[in-house]
């Protein structure tokens, strides 16, 4: 049974370009969060898809959007990419919309901004 | 508003218990949950408790809940060099919709 998988795992963008990660939920589950981490912070909360809409979203800007595709798969699209979008990009996935017992993350895809 | 607070750095020997600590502000949070993250990778969950239990045992993890303080302990029993990692507490919010918010990681260092 695989879990959440991501790619890519590394890349390196320069500043003002645009940038896709990708993401497969583990499966049965069907709604996919994305998360970015900064060097020595815990992770925070970008944004939430489920039955292919946004559902919910943190405190990030515009430049930051998704997609979720009919088999639940997502992708994360940032544009201008600024230094500060340097991180770890992490996916996770749930069922049903809800949270519970059931939130696994990926291993991430690791975005340098140069 | 929602906020998680960990310290930020533990160090025990090996074969000795680790006890890490939590405090979180949304006292309507429904599940609150422990990550582990090695170096270099994701999140790995290792155990969540529900808001109406006091504790959780799961082999060596016991996880102890305080909903009158917001208080949330991890503890590790019989720890192992393999544990050195960064332990993450995070809350759901009252919503239970799976969204996070997470503290910023106590390290843990496990000395031979």
């Known amino acids: 049974d695989a879990g959440v998988t991501q790619s890519p795992t590394h890349l390196i963008k320069t500043r003002g370009q645009q940038v896709t990660l990708r993401c497969s939920p583990k499966?049965?589950?069907?709604?996919v969060s994305w998360y970015q981490q900064a060097l020595g912070q815990g992770p925070q909360f970008i944004f939430q898809y489920y039955e292919e809409e946004e559902r919910q979203r943190g405190n990030f800007p515009d430049r930051f959007s998704g997609h979720q595709f009919p088999n639940y798969s997502s992708e994360l699209n940032v544009n201008a990419l600024l230094l500060g979008d340097s991180a770890l990009y992490l996916c996770?996935?749930?069922?049903?919309?809800?949270?519970?017992?059931?939130?696994?993350f990926g291993e991430g895809s690791w975005l340098t901004v140069v | 508003g929602e906020d998680v607070e960990q310290s930020l750095f533990l160090s025990v020997r090996e074969g000795d218990s680790s006890v890490i600590n939590c405090t979180y502000t949304d006292s309507s949070s429904t599940y609150l949950y422990w990550y582990k993250q090695e170096p270099g990778a994701g999140l790995q969950l290792l155990t969540y408790i529900f808001s109406n239990m006091d504790m959780k045992q799961d082999q060596r993890l016991t996880v102890l809940l305080n909903k009158k303080d917001k208080h949330l302990s991890l503890r590790i029993a019989d720890t192992q060099t393999g544990d050195s990692a960064i332990y993450f507490c995070?809350?759901?919010?009252?919503?239970?919709?799976?969204?996070?918010?997470f503290g910023q990681g106590t390290t843990l260092q496990v000395k031979p």
């Open positions: 995070a809350e759901s919010g009252s919503s239970n919709t799976g969204k996070l918010i």
């Open positions: 996770a996935s749930t069922t049903g919309g809800f949270g519970g017992n059931t939130i696994y």
């Open positions: 499966s049965g589950h069907d709604t």
